[in-house]
């Protein structure tokens, strides 16, 4: 067992980034109780506070660019403003990118000469106009607009979700297609960049179903669209290639997508995916049922889901895998270590855990990780762990950097 150290941060965390396996860390959370100020804290590997700096705003994840740098989205004085700090702490640039004042930040990506961003037509709960559309949009350095391309949510279906109601006869019914009255970035995964090829993911706020808008990279232009599902955890799997996956409504499954956008291989179950620098994809499966059946699991290329040891338990950190195959990952109160040979150990156990609010897990130099659950930093030492594989998810540039973008 590896004792960690416990790290008091200044309020809940919501996101941990590192420019390499050196450090800093770079931390986003809330400003102790208060929901309107975000927190940037960046730390040593041993979790030495080194500085803070705050911002209006509610925290969203911090994005390590290819320099190094780490970016923070807030509010400005008049609208939304991506900043650009060093590793000391200094500003380097604030940019405004390009957009209607209706509109509000749903998610954005750094790119070596600009940003990804997708946008909503409105704000959170609040029902989108007639004509308005999320769109997603590459911005220059300095903010104004390269290209822009709509993402319509309209006449959403799934055979899953059912209806029932004076209009049935009181009969339980599916759905009849709708289209949003709200519209959300996707919870997981919204904005990935996986060289010639955009996966953004928009929302029903109401019903959870998501739809994923496959789009060219270089000029916007529109490739495919996912199936309107109950989305999930998503990856990049290869150039211009994802996995998606989908959890609810009687759904359980994960979908490999090409670069055109088409479906070439499917699992019947749903993971938090590791992608090694072989290709081989495993993680910990999440299921909506209690008490838990999920196990660690295998996803062959011919479709064959090899099950590994039973997890208990519900709420599971994001894994991160080291160079020996060990994918290691917080869930039911323990640190858990599964190895290339599906044989796991626990590092570490906390009596009487509920927390759910964590972060995913962060491989270090010395073998160290680090992860947060709520408003602590846990830094473990001595956890017999390899450095991080170099494989392409998320363990590569959308790993500690991240920022879930790809180059090849």
């Known amino acids: 067992m590896c004792e960690p150290r ?6 809940q965390v919501w996101g941990l980034a590192a420019p390499d396996s050196g450090g800093p860390v770079f931390i986003t959370g809330y400003d102790g109780k208060g929901l309107s100020t975000t927190v940037l804290t960046a730390v040593d590997v041993d979790g030495e506070v080194l500085w803070r700096r705050r911002f209006d705003g509610h925290p969203g994840p911090p994005r390590v660019g290819p320099g190094g740098s780490v970016w923070v989205a807030h509010r400005g004085p008049r609208d939304v403003v991506l900043t650009e700090l060093d590793a000391t702490g200094s500003t380097l640039r604030s940019v405004t990118p390009d957009h209607e004042p209706h509109e509000h930040l749903g998610a954005f990506v750094v790119l070596p000469d600009g ?4 946008w909503l037509p409105a704000g959170r709960d609040r029902v989108v106009p007639a004509g308005r559309h999320p769109r997603v949009a590459r911005h220059n350095g300095d903010g104004s607009v390269r290209w822009s391309t709509p993402a319509v949510l309209d006449r959403l279906s799934f055979p899953g979700r059912v209806e029932i109601g004076a209009k049935t006869g009181w009969e339980l019914r599916p759905s009849k297609p709708w289209t949003p009255r709200t519209v959300e970035a996707h919870h997981w995964e919204p904005l990935l960049v996986a060289g010639h090829r955009v996966a953004a993911t ?4 109401s019903s959870g179903i998501s ?3 496959f789009l060219d990279t270089a000029t916007g232009r529109p490739v495919a669209a996912s199936r309107p599902g109950p989305g999930r955890h998503k990856a990049i799997v290869g150039p211009g290639e994802f996995l998606i996956g989908s959890q609810g409504y009687g759904a359980c499954g994960t979908a490999h997508h ?15 995916p590791l992608v090694d620098r072989h290709g081989a994809i495993s993680g910990p499966e999440s299921e909506n049922v209690l008490p838990s059946r999920s196990r660690f699991v295998r996803l062959d290329p011919d479709g064959t889901v090899r099950h590994g ?9 994001y894994p991160a895998l080291d160079d020996e195959g060990t994918a290691v990952f917080w869930r039911d109160g323990r640190l858990l270590a599964v190895d290339a040979e599906s044989r796991m150990r626990e590092l570490f156990a906390l009596e009487d855990e509920e927390r759910a609010v964590m972060s995913r897990i962060l491989l270090l ?5 680090l992860f947060a659950l709520d408003d602590e930093l846990f830094v473990l030492r001595r956890t017999g762990l390899g450095p991080l594989d170099s494989g392409v998810w998320p363990c590569a540039d959308g790993g500690l950097h991240g920022n879930p973008v790809t180059h090849q």
């Open 365 to 369: 130099d010395r073998g160290q990780g």
């Open 6 to 11: 416990r790290v008091p941060m200044s309020g």
């Open 202 to 205: 928009f929302a029903d706020g």
């Open 211 to 213: 739809v994923t808008f």
């Open 258 to 272: 090409d670069s055109s956008g088409a479906v070439v291989r499917e699992w019947p179950t749903h993971t938090m």
């Open 115 to 118: 940003v990804c961003a997708s």
């Open 309 to 317: 040891p039973a997890l208990s338990g519900y709420y599971t950190a």
